[in-house]
């Protein structure tokens, strides 16, 4: 019964390659977000999905599309990936635009 | 623009002691404010989250936080450390006008000593 989860909890491909992860939730929440932890810890926010539709685009690369098929399920969807891309991508959910953000486990995305 | 500012990289208590971690934020309104804990190779948990009312919050495993307008700042505090909150603490900011986006400070890593 996790409220926040995100498969694979680990990823490992090489350059060039495209990957998707996928992210869930079942609080009912209305708001859905992708986080991008570079390997200093530091969090920021890639995008944010409100009712499937999106809210925010924090300036990152068109290589990168999210897709909200219904307001429980938030993909990330990667093509040709970069060394740079390498992470942990988080997802997280909130029922109102100021409310708490709950996340999942995280994707340890590795790009060799 | 906002932005969050936790001035410790890295903090080492005795088990038993008191702890303070520090956040400091700028944004223009009044601020939602939150702080998460985050444990190795975890997602980030909740620990406690202000909104407005009393400015002193109480969270989850004992921790509480103070919002101090006039310092901006919203610190975190716990009486009495056990080895378990060893972890990585996050101080954020919520920009309901931007999406509902977090902005988060640099991370406090937290290691007890026995």
């Known amino acids: 019964d996790t409220a926040v989860s995100q498969t694979p909890k680990y990823l490992v491909t090489q350059m060039g390659n495209d990957k998707s992860i996928k992210c869930e939730q079942n609080?009912?929440?209305?708001?859905m977000y992708w986080y991008k932890q570079d390997s200093k810890k530091f969090l920021k926010i890639m995008f944010s999905?409100?009712?499937?539709?999106?809210?925010i685009n924090e300036t990152v690369p068109n290589r990168f599309s999210p897709k909200s098929p219904d307001k429980a399920h938030l993909n990330l969807h990667i093509n040709s990936l970069e060394l740079g891309d390498s992470a942990v991508y988080f997802c997280?959910?909130?029922?109102?635009?100021?409310?708490?953000?709950?996340f999942g486990q995280g994707t340890r995305l590795t790009v060799v | 623009a906002q932005s969050v500012t936790q001035p410790d990289i890295h903090i080492t208590v005795s088990e038993g002691a008191s702890l303070e971690l520090r956040c400091n934020y700028s944004y223009g309104a009044t601020p939602y404010l939150f702080w998460y804990v985050q444990s190795p190779g975890q997602g980030l948990q909740l620990l406690l989250k202000y909104f407005s009312g009393d400015t002193l919050v109480q969270g989850i495993k004992g921790f509480e936080a103070e919002f101090k307008r006039s310092q901006s700042s919203f610190n975190l505090r716990k009486p009495s450390v056990h080895w378990s909150d060893a972890a990585e603490y996050f101080c954020a900011v919520g920009d309901g006008n931007q999406g509902g986006k977090l902005i988060f400070g640099q991370g406090t890593e937290l290691s007890v000593k026995p």
């Open positions: 997280a959910s909130s029922q109102l635009l100021h409310t708490e953000a709950f």
């Open positions: 609080l009912g929440h209305d708001t």
């Open positions: 999905y409100n009712n499937k539709e999106l809210i």
